[in-house]
């Protein structure tokens, strides 16, 4: 028997298809070549914008023969397109086929859902809210290489007025520090080199928690603490909570990647309001120096939306200054989309969607070359590189990344995957390094679960 997992949106859901593989890992599926020949095949979705939602749409479409094909495959839709007000009955009109539809609480229950689904036409279990716990004691059938994540919150309670994520993740709930210190320990210890964290907003870790100890810099701290080499990397920081303490953490560590990911959406104080972001250009703009003058080695990436509603030319400006001033490393640009339910939706002076797509190209076309120059800076430089894979393409080379974030390619051996090393970079564009090892620092023993196309994020 085998599986399929087809996953959309952010790493919150690539985890948690690691998860859900891991319940048909347990009931002796393996994986299969493509959706179309598997015998239970899982669409992991996502709402963030309204392209995902479509995508998501017409790739379940095209399951339709394989299904007259094969009757007893088992389709099943869930995450956050799942979880939406009225979106079950949506699927099932526009596609009866589907068999188990069940939405972001309940990802643990995957396997009752097949056990029902075996007695009855179609399963479809959607909650508002459960015990985290029943997911924190999931089995993972990790696929990442030397990397693996870790869930440090789950939901949201920030309400950007854009987002759709809040009511689809639920409030935020932390997990207690013992838990994920564990899980990073034990993880650590199986010979993965690279631990993400994962939540909405990482820096209000603990908020929920009663004791005041209970927050991320000590979460982090501890976690740099662990008696072993390896990178620690955290998503996603909100400007608003990132404390100071927390850029002292990082900036003492040993294992604390000097990296921060830090979503910015707009350089407009006016739309940063009506965004309900809760911090200033200026606020942020402080936090970027205060970074660099602990950490000069920091780089820095960021979300952006253009064509919130009201964005003026005079507002789009604004971001473009603000992304000259910071010059980060590398950007995730959105055309703003309108979401069911969120407060932005009703607003009015919605952007032309011909003026959204001039921005974005100005802002991608902007960042180009600012992220060329920063590459660029490296040339004759050597950086310490986590290796992390074999290069896609060519034979012969690797695939790795700096501290910093950027990736790097390089000549070299299988046998250097999970090894720490120095490389001497000698070209550069927009995205990668491309560089030649001049030393080991530490080698490792493991056999690596290299990514596989099995949790294949669309
Ligand atoms: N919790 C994270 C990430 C949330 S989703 C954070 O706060 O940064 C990732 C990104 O998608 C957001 O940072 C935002 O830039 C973008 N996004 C969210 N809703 C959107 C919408 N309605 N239209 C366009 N982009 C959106
Ligand atoms: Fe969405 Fe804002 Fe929460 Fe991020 S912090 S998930 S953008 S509501
Ligand atoms: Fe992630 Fe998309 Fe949900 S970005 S939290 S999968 S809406």
């Given at each position: 028997m085998k599986y399929f997992i087809n996953t959309y949106g952010c790493q919150m859901n690539v985890h948690e298809s690691e998860k859900l593989a891991g319940i048909l890992e347990d009931l002796g599926y393996s994986l299969a070549d493509s959706d179309q020949v598997a015998d239970v095949v899982v669409f992991n979705t996502c709402a963030i914008r309204e392209s995902a939602e479509q995508k998501i749409f017409g790739n379940i479409g095209m399951l339709k023969q394989a299904k007259k094909q094969n009757p007893n495959m088992i389709i099943a839709v869930c995450g956050c397109m799942s979880q939406q007000k009225g979106y079950a009955e949506l699927i099932v009109k526009k596609y009866p086929y589907v068999d188990i539809i069940f939405g972001t609480h309940n990802i643990a229950r995957f396997k009752d859902f097949l056990n029902k689904r075996n007695k009855q036409k179609r399963v479809i279990e959607i909650v508002e809210t459960e015990d985290i716990s029943c997911r924190d004691n999931m089995k993972v059938a990790r696929t990442s290489g030397v990397n693996a994540w870790v869930n440090i919150t789950y939901g949201c309670n920030n309400f950007c007025t854009y987002c759709i994520v809040p009511y689809v993740r639920g409030r935020e709930v932390s997990r207690p520090a013992a838990d994920i210190i564990g899980e990073v320990e034990e993880l650590l210890k199986q010979g993965y080199k690279q631990i993400t964290l994962l939540g909405q907003n990482v820096n209000s870790y603990g908020n929920d928690i009663l004791d005041d100890n209970v927050n991320f810099a000590n979460l982090l701290q501890s976690l740099d603490n662990l008696p072993y080499k390896y990178r620690l990397r955290f998503m996603t920081s909100h400007p608003k909570d990132l404390s100071l303490k927390v850029l002292e953490v990082m900036a003492g560590s040993k294992n604390i990647c000097h990296y921060l990911h830090l979503p910015v959406q707009s350089g407009s104080d006016f739309i940063l309001k009506a965004m309900n972001r809760k911090y200033t250009v200026d606020k942020y703009l402080n936090l970027i120096e205060t970074a660099r003058k602990m950490m000069p080695d920091i780089q820095f990436s960021s979300d952006l939306i253009v064509g919130f509603p009201g964005e003026t030319e005079d507002d789009f400006n604004k971001t473009l200054e603000l992304v000259k001033k910071v010059r980060y490393q590398q950007l995730f640009t959105f055309i703003y989309s309108k979401r069911k339910g969120t407060v932005a939706e009703t607003m009015d002076n919605q952007v032309d969607i011909k003026i959204k797509k001039q921005r974005l190209s100005k802002l991608i076309e902007l960042e180009k070359g600012i992220a060329t120059e920063i590459s660029q800076s490296y040339i004759g430089k050597t950086v310490e590189v986590l290796v992390e894979g074999k290069h896609p393409k060519k034979q012969g080379y690797l695939m790795g990344s700096c501290d910093f974030g950027k990736t790097i390619s390089f000549k070299g051996?299988?046998?250097?995957?999970g090894s720490f090393a120095y490389c001497l970079i000698e070209k550069a564009n927009h995205t990668t390094l491309f560089g030649s090892i001049t030393k080991i620092i530490q080698s490792s023993e493991t056999e690596y679960n290299l990514p596989t196309n099995k949790i294949r994020r669309k």
């Open positions: 051996d299988d046998k250097l995957l």
